[in-house]
């Protein structure tokens, strides 16, 4: 899992410096907001679990007047309960690489690649024995972006509004085939240990490449930005995810709607 989180990170952050040269305005920003997940996960429960989570998020963007590049990252760990004798406590890194032109309408068009980690580890209040202790999903896609932009003077205060919203139509996806959490290359391999030695090439190998019809992410979102000044700008961000994974015959979705304060740097 980390081998994949590392691999990605560095793509991402390859493809914005070769993508960006010459650009002359960068903007540094780091968010701290609220987060109301609502998971459910088929192989361990039907029902669906709820949490209010703090979200930590971090993001670099490189713009000019005919293209924007942006690098976001964010975590969240929720622990969801719906009121039954299970709870879940979920770990949410993300990552997600844009790169947009500006039409002669003023929209902005491109495309994006993510990684997202969806891990859930459930947990029974009654102490009993639980056949899935770890269940999970990682995933990384690529599909179309748009966003708008729009800034202005209001009562001599500089502001922007900025909307986004983007859809994967591939990812490569990898979630558990079975009731335990190792995937079958890692036991035809004969590699198997108890200590989980060894796992991470099978579980790299145990992903499919799927489109819509077994992988969606809807993700929308909206900033409002006041200028402090030439170098400080505040922002107040809703995000909003509609995630569905299905390769396996056993379902996840995830909806993640949030609301974050920002602070950027601006240079």
Request: overall charge positive.
């Amino acid at each position: 899992m980390k081998y994949i989180l590392s691999t990605t990170f560095i793509i991402l952050i390859t493809c914005l410096a070769i993508s960006q040269e010459g650009t002359n305005r960068n903007e540094l920003k780091v968010t701290i907001g609220l987060s109301h997940t609502t998971i459910t996960d088929a192989r361990i429960s039907a029902l669906p679990q709820k949490a209010w989570s703090p979200k930590y998020g971090m993001s670099y963007r490189k713009m000019n007047d005919k293209r924007i590049s942006q690098i976001d990252i964010d975590f969240t760990y929720a622990s969801n309960s719906s009121g039954s004798l299970l709870s879940l406590n979920s770990i949410m890194p993300k990552a997600n690489y844009s790169y947009l032109r500006k039409t002669p309408n003023g929209v902005w068009l491109g495309g994006f690649i993510d990684h997202t980690t969806l891990l859930n580890l459930p947990k029974s209040r009654t102490g009993l024995f639980n056949n899935n202790p770890i269940s999970y999903m990682l995933s990384a896609s690529l599909g179309p972006m748009v966003s708008y932009e729009k800034s202005g003077i209001l009562n001599n205060e500089r502001i922007s509004l900025r909307a986004n919203a983007q859809l994967p139509i591939l990812a490569y996806v990898i979630q558990p085939e079975h009731g335990h959490p190792y995937p079958k290359q890692y036991l035809e391999e004969d590699t198997f240990t108890p200590m989980r030695g060894g796992l991470t090439g099978p579980l790299l190998k145990s992903g499919r490449v799927v489109t819509i019809n077994k992988y969606r992410s809807l993700n929308v979102s909206f900033s409002l930005q006041y200028a402090l000044n030439d170098k400080v700008e505040l922002s107040l961000n809703f995000n909003s995810q509609l995630l569905y994974a299905n390769t396996t015959g056993k379902s996840v979705s995830l909806t993640d709607n949030s609301i974050e304060l920002g602070a950027s740097y601006i240079h």
